[in-house]
Each structure stands twice: as structure tokens, then as C-alpha cells.
């Protein structure tokens, strides 16, 4: 579990194949400290599970269900993806619940910059359509943010310059992909409502 609070970046240092999969390497962040295997981080949204690290990266194996839900299957060396450790009891919980189970991949529609902030307009898959609401939560890279606006095909957030400083949203521009997970909540409803015939399904 993670909340989308995201206070680093890491870069991909090497991609190999693996079989159906791929092995990846990202930089390992200064603040990551006492790592484990078999821990989880999440990147750019994705809950990963740490294979091996050393001081200066950490190693996973993305599966291809990973690949076929993200834009991870387009990764390049020196791509920037966010990075979260998993949340302990002891924490915070700042954002939302976020599980890094990212659902769809969603394209950058247009980024405009405001005297504070900036506002992005995403695409909105078809098959997320109802789960997407105003001001409800929602998980773009992994970053808990607040839908400000919605429609059939699209809908916005707008990114205060902290989270723009700290992420790698200051890099995507239009036509860009990113990864995207609605907020659990509303799967639990959603789910309730065509239980009891209140969504056509």
C-alpha cells in the first residue's frame, strides 16, 4: 500500500529481456535506506518487488501483465520514473490509498501552466469512465492528486509546484504516456451498485 506521496525520482540505468518480462535497474535514491528483498516500491505507480540492490541501484522484474497495463513496455534507459516505498503502520497517511496496481495506460492531452501550478488534461480510457469523478482521488505516475474536471474521453488535474519540483510530471508533454490507477473506493462501490442492479453492466 502507498499513499502517492512522492518525494523521489529515480532513472533507469539498464534493461535486459526476461523471458515474457523484462529486468530492470533504476537508480537507487540516498533516502532509500535499509532496502530488503522482497519489499515493495512502487514506480511511476507500479507496485514492484525489489529483487536485488547495492548502493548505488535497485534491481526488479517487470511481468507481462506489468508491461501490457503500463507504459513500461516503451522504457528506455534514462527514462524518470517517481518512486514510493511502501507505507508502515507508523507513517503518515498523507494523499490516498494508492495499491500500484496501475489499470490503464492514459495519454497527456495538454499541460497548461497557471500563475501556481500547472493543469493537465489526461485522455479517460472508456472502461474508466465511471470510476473518474470530480474531485474525487485519483493516481497519475503514482502521485495522489484531485480530479478538478471530467468528461466522456478526458479529465484534469491540477499539480501545485512542489509536486511539479519532485516528480516526473515537469517531463511529460503532450502526447506522452503515463500510468494511471482510480481510487480503490470506488471500485468497492461501483461493484456494490451493479450487485444490487444499480449499474447496467
Known amino acids: 500500500m502507498f499513499t502517492g506521496i512522492i518525494k523521489e525520482t529515480v532513472s533507469v540505468k539498464e ?12 537508480t537507487r535514491p540516498q ?15 507500479v507496485c514492484l518487488t525489489v529483487e ?9 522484474f517487470l511481468a507481462e501483465e506489468t508491461l501490457e497495463k503500463s507504459w513500461f513496455s516503451k522504457l528506455e534507459e534514462g527514462d524518470e520514473m517517481n518512486a514510493e516505498r511502501a507505507l508502515r503502520p ?6 490516498h490509498i494508492v495499491q500500484g496496481h496501475v489499470e490503464a495506460v492514459s495519454e497527456v ?4 501552466e497557471l500563475e501556481e501550478g500547472w493543469n493537465m488534461t ?20 503514482g502521485i495522489s ?10 479529465f484534469s488535474v491540477t499539480v501545485i509546484p512542489e509536486t511539479w519540483r519532485e516528480t516526473n510530471l515537469s517531463d511529460r508533454y503532450e502526447g506522452d504516456k503515463i500510468n494511471i490507477e482510480t481510487d480503490m ?13 444499480g449499474i447496467d453492466g
Open 52 to 60: 536485488a540492490f547495492d548502493s548505488g541501484s535497485i534491481s526488479f
Open 122 to 141: 489526461f485522455s479517460l480510457p472508456d472502461d474508466l469512465q465511471d470510476l473518474v469523478v470530480y474531485k474525487g482521488f485519483i493516481a497519475v505516475e
Open 31 to 45: 533516502s532509500f535506506e535499509e532496502l530488503s528483498k522482497g519489499e515493495s516500491i512502487s514506480l511511476s505507480g
Open 90 to 95: 507508523q507513517d503518515r497517511m498523507g494523499g
Open 145 to 154: 492528486l484531485t480530479v478538478t474536471d471530467v468528461t466522456e474521453d478526458s
Open 185 to 197: 473506493m470506488g471500485k468497492y462501490v461501483k461493484k456494490m451498485m451493479e450487485g444490487r442492479g
Open 15 to 26: 534493461i535486459e529481456e526476461a523471458g515474457e518480462g523484462l529486468r530492470v535497474s533504476v
Open 109 to 112: 492531452l495538454d499541460v497548461e
